[in-house]
């Protein structure tokens, strides 16, 4: 299993940046594939998810209404649409998946270690 993301880079404070996820590697068809991102000296945090089955979304609290998670199952790429940003949301972001998806999205995104399949980070840095 292979995930590549990319997308991030350096915008100021209320910009935006999408992120990209392209996987290979797998062709389980009931699957969970998200975004996940660590700060300096914090845990890894859930973001958001999308599954495969019924293409359902899953967003932490703290991006609700200013990210949007699609997908494109022509190009096995995920995107995650970041607008709003402000340097809370400064961290290495992860694209991780798991299959196959048996539980709601959020027994995902609450917790990483129940995702198995992980990418490098992309790094995103919002400037005050």
């Known amino acids: 299993v292979q995930l590549q993301a990319s997308g991030g880079g350096l915008v100021q404070a209320g910009g935006s940046l999408r992120l990209s996820c392209t996987f290979s590697g797998f062709t389980y068809p009931d699957y969970v594939i998200g975004w996940f991102r660590q700060a300096p000296g914090k845990e890894r945090e859930g973001v958001s998810l999308?599954?495969?089955?019924?293409?359902?979304?899953y967003y932490a609290d703290s991006v609700k209404g200013r990210f949007t998670i699609s997908s494109d199952s022509a190009k096995n790429t995920v995107y995650l649409q970041m607008n709003k940003l402000h340097p809370d949301d400064t961290a290495l972001y992860y694209c991780a998946t798991n299959f196959p998806g048996y539980y709601s999205g959020n027994y995902y995104l609450g917790d990483p270690s129940h995702m198995h399949y992980w990418g490098k980070g992309t790094q995103v840095t919002v400037s005050s």
């Open positions: 999308i599954t495969s089955t019924d293409s359902s979304t």
